[in-house]
């Protein structure tokens, strides 16, 4: 955005003049008040999953679960997105997003508090699907708000916001190595973090952007895949089985495998290198363009991986997973805004398409590496990760190919 000088500075300006660069900076002060406000849901959101995430360890001490069991457990969590999916995409096309964004994001909240107070299986099981059900209702519309918000910038803004998101994350680890360090209960913990979530609900909704709902591109169209949102999706897919199996196994890899009391040090690694990656994402991508971005990511991922594998001590681990985040970083980010590019559908509509692809990953991602682990081990089991980025590099390469074609055939 560019920078306008204040309308009581220009002296000598006829009034039909002056109006309109009073409606240009005051336009630029309200699109920073909703940059701002935007971050800091993103800031929250992270905050939120790495709270939960961070003491997946806790939860599988107290209800004494074996690897696989765990790996059941976390298959409700993208089991509950899958069941959000479908009512996430038709809000967003139905309404403006940031409806749906603060009544998700207030019941998301509520579930992460259940989370902590669950007594049994059962209540736990329920809590955590209801948690993943209403973070996908407040993903897709976060995100359809960023891609809005980014029409009115002329610097590219979307890094910055997921790089919020882990800023958050870090913030939710931190925390959560403090209060263990304290014995602090779960319930307790997960009830202040609920607290200040619904506080930042409540506050910041008026401050979101209005009339975001797009008038064409929401409809589903079921036929042959769309090529272009089908290689996105793959993308998506391969990252997200990164991201929710580093999200969910790191605290155990560094317990069990690395053998350190604070458990939280790869997960708080891993957020830390992925929050510096996401903030300098859009300088490296204006720098040296999405496609070689995209190798650079996989490259770090396989490398990373591999280093903390072959090499099962503190100090090797912690720079494999610091490679790790660094690579997974910028992949969602660059194919949420390549989606909301897409000529077929609207960006609410392309996001909750792609999305889909994310949350199979996740689906399959956790709970695999759980199985994996139970039968062979949990080193063993992480050889998935730098498979899939290894997969990154070809697939990135044959959309970037579709992408050339579909430009020339126009």
């Not at 309308?7 to 008040?33: F, H």
């Not at 999200?247 to 495998?257: A, M, P, T, V």
């Not at 396989?302 to 100090?315: E, T, V």
Request: charged share 10%.
């Amino acid at each position: 955005m560019k920078d306008l000088p204040h309308p009581d500075t220009s002296r000598g300006m006829q009034p039909n003049e002056l109006l309109p660069l009073r409606r240009n900076y005051y336009a630029m002060i309200s699109n920073t008040k909703h940059r701002f406000f935007l971050s800091l849901f993103f800031f929250m959101s992270g905050l939120s999953f790495s709270t939960w995430a961070s003491r997946i360890p806790t939860i599988k001490t107290t209800f004494s679960f074996n690897e696989a069991e765990l790996g059941s457990l976390l298959l409700a969590l993208p089991i509950g997105s899958l069941l959000g999916l479908p009512l996430s995409g038709w809000l967003v096309s139905k309404y403006n997003s940031r409806v749906p964004l603060t009544v998700g994001y207030g019941l998301n909240a509520c579930a992460l508090a259940f989370i902590g107070l669950a007594p049994n299986i059962f209540s736990l099981v329920t809590a955590v699907v209801l948690f993943a059900f209403t973070t996908r209702i407040f993903n897709i519309s976060v995100n359809t708000q960023a891609l809005t918000l980014q029409k009115r910038f002329d610097k590219k803004i979307i890094g910055s916001f997921h790089g919020y998101w882990s800023i958050g994350g870090i913030g939710g680890i931190v925390l959560s190595t403090v209060l263990l360090e304290f014995n602090v209960p779960i319930q307790y913990h997960f009830m202040t973090v609920a607290a200040v979530m619904l506080i930042v609900t409540l506050y910041s909704y008026q401050f979101l952007l209005k009339g975001d709902r797009s008038e064409t591109g929401n409809k589903l169209v079921l036929s042959k895949p769309d090529p272009y949102i089908f290689y996105l999706g793959l993308v998506v897919f391969l990252c997200a089985i990164c991201e929710g199996g580093m999200f969910d196994w790191s605290g155990i890899y560094f317990q069990e495998i690395i053998k350190v009391e604070i458990f939280t040090y790869g997960y708080l690694i891993f957020m830390t290198f992925m929050a510096t990656s996401r903030f300098l994402s859009d300088i490296i991508i204006s720098r040296f363009g999405m496609p070689k971005t995209y190798i650079m990511s996989a490259v770090c991922i396989i490398s990373g991986i591999g280093l903390a594998i072959i090499f099962p001590f503190f100090w090797p681990a912690m720079i494999g997973f610091s490679l790790v985040g660094f690579g997974t970083a910028a992949i969602i980010p660059m194919s949420y805004a390549l989606a909301g590019a897409s000529k077929k559908y609207s960006a609410g509509m392309a996001i909750s398409i792609i999305a889909t692809y994310s949350i199979t990953g996740m689906l399959l991602g956790p709970p695999l590496i759980g199985y994996l682990a139970h039968a062979f081990n949990l080193r063993v089991s992480f050889v998935i990760f730098a498979l899939c980025g290894a997969l990154l590099i070809p697939i990135t390469q044959m959309f970037f190919k579709y992408q050339k074609l579909s430009e020339k055939t126009i």
